[in-house]
């Protein structure tokens, strides 16, 4: 996606531990006419999957999925982030890490909304270590749903997410990858 | 919104408290249908206004006001739920207190993405004794940005926010208003 290529190389701030603050046009303030074209995208790289529900995590990946979802006509379930685990018959409660904030979470999942019958399409800003995706894929699994594959709006390539989930045989789809970020300058894979 | 009206008498849950749960259709799996005709709706309501930028707070607030901000073809940006108080020069920051969880927390918002210039939209999910929109009225004040309202999901109007803003001379809309949820019951206001 060169929009958001560009959008990247104008906007984003390389920080210290290997972030990419992305405030200005994805995660705390919200570009609605990229987040419309990464929907589009998103939906177009998946359209032959037969999606029921897209997943995602609170807060950043909402409104990705959301406008993803619009191009599916399915809904959007967003994991909650909690500090226990629930024991709670109708959680899926699963332990994931933050490596923005470095600290571990628990994502839980109503197992209400989420089911045998359903092909879960996972969405999220970034895929850095994985964590999150892996816990993601963990409530998938948990939920006995099947997969139609996970989409990135922004993959660090040089931290081991990516390899983790793609050596598991998942489809693995990202807006754009970043091969590095050495000394602040934005190296995109492709 | 007959369709959100019937929504709620359908998939509703009163709890404890005076929480109404709506996690089946909007904050935890979200309806992406009903998502769009509340964003048209909430933009008909406020159509007149010269809005620049929709100012809302996560996780909850982000679906609709993305919703909102796509007719209205102007940013989102979400406030960040914090626990500490900022005192960086970066950010606007202001307590305020969750009804829900029954804890307080710090509403942090970068002074980048709000400014003088603006003319603010203040979307949410729900509004019950008005912490949430009157800490974003107050970061809107802050910034010495104007005005344009605040467009709400759901209002319990049994709670003192509603109130509370109307009595500023603050245009409100609320998509629909509960008068009571006595017993379990949902009667709406009209």
């Known amino acids: 996606m060169d929009n958001l290529k560009k959008r990247i ?4 701030r390389v920080m210290d531990k290997d972030i990419l603050k992305v405030d200005s046009f994805l995660n705390h303030q919200i570009d609605v006419k990229l987040l419309v074209e990464m929907g589009l995208e998103l939906h177009r790289r998946f359209a032959g999957e037969p999606v029921t529900k897209i997943l995602t995590i609170e ?3 909402i409104s990705v999925a959301c406008a ?9 379930i967003f994991a909650k982030k909690g500090s226990s685990r629930k024991s709670d018959d109708e959680v899926f409660s699963v332990n994931a890490y933050s490596y923005t904030k470095q600290e571990p979470y628990v994502m839980n999942v109503s197992r209400k909304y989420i089911g045998n019958k ?14 999150a995706a892996l816990a ?7 939920a006995g ?12 390539a040089f931290q081991k997410g990516g390899k983790a989930i793609r050596d598991k045989g998942i489809r693995l789809e990202t807006l754009v ?9 934005i190296i995109f894979r492709d």
Chains 1, 2 share one sequence.
């Open 9 to 12: 190389l104008e906007d984003a």
């Open 59 to 61: 807060s950043s990946g």
């Open 68 to 76: 993803t979802a619009m191009n599916f006509h399915v809904p959007v």
């Open 118 to 131: 359903d092909h879960i399409l996972i969405i999220d800003d970034f895929l850095a270590n994985g964590e």
């Open 136 to 142: 993601m894929l963990e409530i998938v699994r948990m």
């Open 145 to 156: 749903a099947t997969l139609a594959g996970i989409g990135i709006v922004i993959e660090k």
């Open 177 to 185: 990858s970043i091969q590095s970020m050495e000394n602040g300058r």
